[in-house]
C-alpha cells in the first residue's frame, strides 16, 4: 500500500447495525459518507461482532476499512486526517495493521481524543505523533486490509473485540496505533458491565494468557480475573455521578462535534 497515493474511495466505513435511527443521525450523517466520498457497508442480523465484521471485510474490497459503531460520527475532513495519519504512520512503521482514535498506550494510558455523551466530555490525551497501544476502544477503529487480519468469530457477542484484534495484530508482528482522529461517540449511559461483558472478558484472558496482563480502556485483564468484579463496584459506586454528567445522545452529534471544535 503506498499512502500518498490513497484517496477517500480507498476507504469503507463497515457497520454492524440494529438501530437505522441511530445510523442515519450518526454514522451515515458523517460529511464523508453523507457526501459520498466514504463508501459505508452495514451488516445486520450478525450473532457477534467478529462475525459481522468478518462479513463486512467479505463483501467489500478497500485498502482502508473503518469499523465504527453506529453511534458515532465522523467530523467535517476526518476522511482527509484519516490519509494524513496512514501517511505519517507509514514513515514510521511501514508493516503496521492497525490505527485507531483511541487505545491504550504500552504505559496504561488513555490515548487520543473522542468525545462520548455517556460522559458528557472528551476523553484521552491527543496523538500527534503515532502511539503504540495494547488495546482500542470498540467504537472506531481501522484495519489495513493487506494486513491479512481476520476476527476470531469464537470470541462471543459485542464486547473486547477491539482488544482481541490488536492482541492478534502484536501476536503477528503488526503495528498497532493510536493517532489524532477526533471523533464524537454520541453514546448513551452505560450503567454496569453486564454478563456479556464477563464472558467477553473471560475468553479474551484465558485465550491471552501467556501475554498478560494487559489494559483496556476499561479494565486491566489479568491472569487472576480479580479486575472484572473490582470494576463491577467501581461502576456501581459512581454510577450516581457518571449519569449525572451524561448528555442526551439523540442531539445531534454535530452540536457536540462544534463544541469540542473539530467542526465549523
Known amino acids: 500500500m503506498t499512502a500518498p497515493s490513497l484517496t477517500p474511495s480507498d476507504i469503507v466505513v463497515v ?6 435511527a441511530c445510523l442515519r443521525r450518526n454514522l451515515a450523517a458523517s460529511p464523508a459518507i453523507a457526501e459520498g466520498g466514504v463508501a459505508l457497508h452495514v451488516e445486520t442480523g450478525a450473532p457477534s461482532a467478529a462475525v459481522a465484521y468478518n462479513r463486512g471485510l467479505d463483501a467489500t474490497d478497500a485498502a482502508l476499512v473503518v469499523f465504527a459503531h453506529q453511534d458515532v460520527y465522523l467530523p467535517r475532513g476526518w476522511e482527509r486526517r484519516l490519509l494524513e495519519a496512514v501517511t505519517a504512520l507509514e514513515a514510521r512503521d511501514p508493516d503496521w495493521a492497525l490505527l485507531g482514535p483511541f487505545g491504550m498506550s504500552e504505559q496504561g494510558e488513555h490515548m487520543g481524543r473522542v468525545w462520548t455523551t455517556s460522559l458528557g466530555q ?20 481501522v484495519m489495513r486490509r493487506d494486513a491479512g487480519l481476520r476476527f ?12 482481541d484484534i490488536v492482541q492478534t495484530a502484536l501476536a503477528a508482528g503488526r503495528g498497532a496505533w493510536v493517532m489524532d482522529l477526533p471523533c464524537v461517540h454520541n453514546d448513551g449511559f452505560h450503567d454496569m458491565l453486564r454478563a456479556d461483558f ?18 483496556t480502556p476499561v479494565l486491566w485483564v489479568s491472569r487472576h480475573g480479580l479486575h472484572m468484579p473490582l470494576q463491577q463496584l467501581r461502576m456501581y459506586r459512581s454510577m450516581a455521578g457518571r449519569r449525572a454528567r451524561a448528555l442526551d445522545p439523540d442531539a445531534p452529534p454535530q452540536v457536540y462535534a462544534r463544541r469540542c471544535g473539530w467542526e465549523d
Open 15 to 20: 457497520a454492524a447495525v440494529n438501530d437505522d
Open 122 to 141: 472528551v476523553v484521552g490525551a491527543p496523538s500527534p505523533e503515532p502511539t503504540p497501544v495494547q488495546s482500542y476502544d470498540e467504537l472506531l477503529f
Open 198 to 215: 464477563s464472558r467477553a472478558y473471560h475468553f479474551v484472558r484465558r485465550k491471552w494468557r501467556a501475554r498478560l496482563p494487559f489494559r
Open 152 to 163: 476470531d468469530e469464537t470470541l462471543p457477542g459485542w464486547h473486547m473485540y477491539g482488544t
